[in-house]
């Protein structure tokens, strides 16, 4: 059995997430105060990407911005070996931009992970 360095696992989606989305931005990215700003979306996961963890070290903040599907749900097998998507979603008064990954969705049964680059109150 392989142990998951979920921490790390979820640095790296969140990089592909952000990478996703800059580069379909940037005519609209710029930085204010050191954070990176996507449209009106304050990229706060940027913090998170850059971050050298220590090898033992854990950080349960990463689940502010990263997570996925339920592991019951099941999806049918895609046409692409992986997919990438975004949307705005909104939770109250709050907005959120987030990316959607699927990793070798072309296998059946790969779980969708949800990466919130950034958010807007209002």
Avoid: W
Wanted: charged letters at 20%.
């Amino acid at each position: 059995m392989v142990d998951l360095d979920t921490l790390r696992f979820c640095q790296y989606l969140a990089k592909i997430a952000y990478s996703y989305i800059a580069a379909l931005s940037p005519p609209n990215l710029f930085v204010r105060d050191g954070t990176p700003v996507i449209g009106q979306y304050e990229a706060k996961i940027v913090r998170f990407i850059k971050r050298k963890y220590k090898p033992s070290e854990d950080d349960l903040s990463i689940l502010d911005y990263v997570g996925g599907e339920s592991a019951s749900m099941r999806y049918e097998p895609s046409q692409y070996l992986h997919d990438i998507g975004h949307a705005v979603l909104t939770v109250g008064k709050r907005s959120l931009l987030a990316v959607f990954i699927r990793l070798f969705g072309n296998i059946g049964g790969s779980p969708i992970y949800i990466c919130v680059i950034g958010h807007r109150d209002g």
